[in-house]
T-cell receptor, first 112, second 111 residues
Framework: EDQVTQSPEALRLQEGESSSLNCSYT??????LFWYRQDPGKGPEFLFT???AGEEKEKERLKATLTKKESFLHITAPKPEDSATYLC?????????????FGTGTLLAVQP | NAGVTQTPKFQVLKTGQSMTLQCAQD?????MSWYRQDPGMGLRLIHY???????DQGEVPNGYNVSRSTTEDFPLRLLSAAPSQTSVYFC??????????FGQGTRLTVV
């Protein structure tokens, strides 16, 4: 069964304290892995797409990497405005359409 | 650019009532979908559509109906609301790169 697991469930960092979020997946035929950011009371907002092992994408303090079994979202020198829930999703070719399977997210709190 | 617009933002229903959650997108995306988000369960796919006139069931379709008469609109109907349908509902459209764009969500409470 296709599955996406994110860890940790929650993470509290001090401003400037770098860390990583993990997204591990078991899918047959990965078509793409997506990272989203979700602020309280809002819909998820797209951050990155990764397609193949070894690929990396960067945006400001965030860098996403991908291996054959997992993806990491590295946060370098975070600021309080980086506080949010980060969601990972994988796209599988199962069925007639390519569905997205979401993890349950990591709630990140960055304290000043 | 409005993106994906959902209405209403909040709704309280009594058990057994029906209602329609509205979703509209202005990005000309063919693929649209509805998710529900519950604590500890992540986003779960209810129904999706790959184009006007074409819909299909997702992971948790029971109690919900959809239709897609135009590219822009994808309403979700609750036939007879139950407390188990208390949730936050998100509509999303996807571009050709499969990036999903979400609406702001509808917080539904069924009492």
């Amino acid at each position: 069964e296709d599955q996406v697991t994110q860890s940790p469930e929650a993470l509290r960092l001090q401003e400037g304290e770098s860390s990583s979020l993990n997204c591990s997946y078991t899918v047959s035929g990965l078509r793409g892995l997506f990272w989203y950011r979700q602020d309280p009371g809002k819909g998820p907002e797209f951050l990155f797409t990764l397609y193949s092992a070894g690929e990396e994408k960067e945006k400001e303090r965030l860098k996403a990497t991908l291996t054959k079994k997992e993806s990491f979202l590295h946060i370098t020198a975070p600021k309080p405005e980086d506080s949010a829930t980060y969601l990972c999703a994988v796209q599988t070719p199962r069925g007639a359409t390519n569905k997205l399977i979401f993890g349950t997210g990591t709630l990140l709190a960055v304290q000043p | 650019n409005a993106g994906v617009t959902q209405t209403p933002k909040f709704q309280v229903l009594k058990t057994g009532q029906s209602m329609t959650l509205q979703c509209a997108q202005d990005m000309n995306h063919e693929y649209m979908s509805w998710y529900r988000q519950d604590p500890g369960m992540g986003l779960r796919l209810i129904h999706y559509s790959v184009g006007a006139g074409i819909t299909d069931q997702g992971e948790v379709p029971n109690g919900y109906n959809v239709s897609r008469s135009t590219t822009e609109d994808f309403p979700l109907r609750l036939l007879s609301a139950a407390p188990s349908q208390t949730s936050v509902y998100f509509c999303a459209s996807r571009d050709r790169g499969s990036r999903a764009f979400f609406g702001q969500g509808t917080r539904l409470t069924v009492v």
